[in-house]
């Protein structure tokens, strides 16, 4: 946590509340895994107790949200941060928007239990939408390390292996669809998979960013929308 | 890892950083001493000419003497010594040949402390232009307005040329020491904590002016308040133990330093020191 000498301000007062921001946001990260994994369990064995749980959590993420957000406004307000800093702060305040947006999705991916009901679809592509899951929840515990640690080497890694879940989730795309052209009477239920597939997706881009954040946090540079992810190349010399 | 560890030595700037700006200042292996005490080492500054240049640093450092070896106000310490080269203007500032009033009055200069002459408002900024032969009351009287409006004072003062400027307040007072170098028409402005004895509200209208005052002069900042420098200043340099170790564009310096040291002051931040 220290390479950026976060510690080290003169003042310690400073230095506590940076910490406390940090842990915050690596407690809503928390949050926000457990979210999922929850999600993704209760859309296995279509457990409705498991949704409500889920649901019911979604006011603690938005509240975590806004709780780290207003000490952000402080800190910008009363510290006049500069440098790494600075750039701590901005980045803390995009990556938590992104965490708040994958909890969302986890509660949208928890609701699709609900909305299956008893609808029996063949094994082999709740198969496929939890190994999409778990390669997405690798991913998010994967990115939430790099930012503990702050290592912006593992954050390029990490942003590079989404492709990983691009494939699976055009894999999965592309079976649903066949599916529904086969049997029309599965529409219903293979379009709520295809949303959970997109949801999954979708948290796989919310990691990227939040990887870019810490890329931003760590070097200096930003790195959005420079197609890095596409890229084998090494992360840019700060000019 | 976004900053490094200094290097001892070199000033740490991008090599493409003023190409092609006309230069107001420059140091080349700047040396000063005092009675044996070096105060700068090797330094290394290149000012541009109509930009905002700050100069930061920890105290003792040595941003006022470098400030004050581009008016030679250095020569009146005694057992200073300077070595290596001061340009201002294109013009060796040491040379024999130099004219030290010549080189005042081109390099106006501004202390903490605002120093207005006991006399009237109008006879402060008309000080250096009767010295300078000037008798043309109707002359006078236009430079002095221009000069007072050029410092942002004017609406201020119009009706109170003839009071005392020490019943002005302190951000007034150092706007009219502003609009008396002004006057003879200098190049350059060098500003030592200018603002430094300024109440907030005045602080801020004179980073206002020192903006301004940037289409026509050139200005290099001394201050020890950093939100100043990022402020008002262009380009910022930062000095530590008679060295100038960092400069850049200001947007640069305060959100990605490229030196250890420098993210450290301007974060205020503890080091261990090696040495």
């Known amino acids: 946590m220290d390479r950026l000498h976060l510690g080290q301000h003169i003042s310690q007062q400073f230095n506590s509340e940076l910490a406390a921001l940090t842990k915050q946001v690596l407690a809503m990260g928390g949050l ?3 979210q999922l994994a929850t999600a993704l369990e209760a859309l296995a064995a279509r457990d409705l107790r498991q949704v409500a749980h889920v649901v019911a959590r979604e006011d603690e993420v938005n509240a975590a949200e806004l709780e780290i957000d207003a000490r952000c406004t402080q800190i910008l307000a009363r510290r006049q941060p500069a440098a790494s800093d600075l750039r701590l702060v901005l980045a803390v305040v995009r990556m938590v928007a992104n965490l708040e947006r994958i909890g969302d999705e986890a509660e949208r991916i928890a609701r699709i239990a609900e909305k299956l009901g008893n609808a029996e679809l063949p094994e082999h592509y709740a198969f496929k939408l939890a190994q999409m899951g778990s390669l997405v929840r690798d991913q998010l515990r994967g990115t939430l390390d790099t930012f503990a640690r702050m ?23 592309r079976l649903l669809v066949d599916l529904m052209q086969r049997e029309s009477e599965r529409v219903p239920a293979a379009l709520e ?10 948290i796989g881009d919310r990691c990227k960013n939040i990887c870019e954040q810490v890329i931003y946090l760590v070097r200096g540079k930003d790195v959005r929308h420079t197609g890095l992810s596409r890229s084998a190349a090494p992360l840019p010399e700060t000019k | 890892m976004s900053a490094r560890d200094e290097d001892i030595g070199a ?117 250096g232009l009767r010295l300078a032969g000037l008798r043309s009351r109707l002359e006078l009287d236009d430079r002095i307005e221009a000069a007072l409006r050029a410092a942002g004072l004017w609406d201020e003062v119009r009706d109170r040329l003839d009071d005392s400027a020490l019943r002005l307040s302190a951000g007034q007072q150092q706007r009219l020491v502003i609009a008396r170098a002004l006057a003879v028409e200098p190049e350059v402005l060098l500003m030592d904590e200018p603002a430094s004895m300024l109440d907030p509200i005045s602080t801020l209208r004179f980073e206002e002016l020192v903006v301004a005052l940037r289409e026509r002069y050139s200005v290099l900042l001394v201050t020890h ?7 008002v200043a262009d380009y910022t340099a930062f000095m530590q133990a008679g060295r100038l170790l960092e400069f850049d564009a200001t947007d640069r310096i305060f959100t990605n330093p490229r030196l250890r040291g ?10 261990e020191t090696r040495d």
């Not at chain 2, 950093?226 to 402020?231: E, H, N, S």
């Open chain 1, 151 to 173: 290592d912006e080497t593992r954050a390029l890694e990490r942003l590079r292996r989404d492709r990983e879940v691009d494939v699976l989730y055009k894999e999965l795309t």
């Open chain 2, 225 to 231: 308040n950093m939100q100043q420098a990022a402020r």
């Open chain 1, 32 to 34: 926000v895994e457990a």
């Open chain 2, 11 to 127: 000033t740490v700037m991008p090599p493409d950083l003023l190409a092609g700006h006309e230069l107001a200042l420059e140091a080349r292996a700047l040396d000063l001493d005092y009675s044996g005490r070096r105060a700068l080492d090797a330094v290394n500054l290149q000012v541009p000419r109509r930009q905002v240049t700050a100069l930061i640093g920890p105290s003792g450092c040595g941003k006022s003497s470098l400030l004050r070896c581009f008016n030679r106000l250095n020569d009146e310490i005694a057992g200073c010594r300077v070595s290596g080269e001061v340009r201002v203007l294109g013009l060796d500032a040491y040379a024999p040949a130099t004219s030290l009033p010549e080189l005042r009055r081109r390099v106006g200069m501004v202390f903490q402390k605002p120093n207005p002459f006991p006399q009237s408002v109008a006879d402060n900024v008309a000080f």
């Open chain 2, 262 to 271: 420098t993210e450290d002051y301007i974060t205020g931040r503890m080091r």
């Open chain 1, 193 to 202: 998979m295809l949303w959970g597939a997109r949801a999954l997706e979708r």
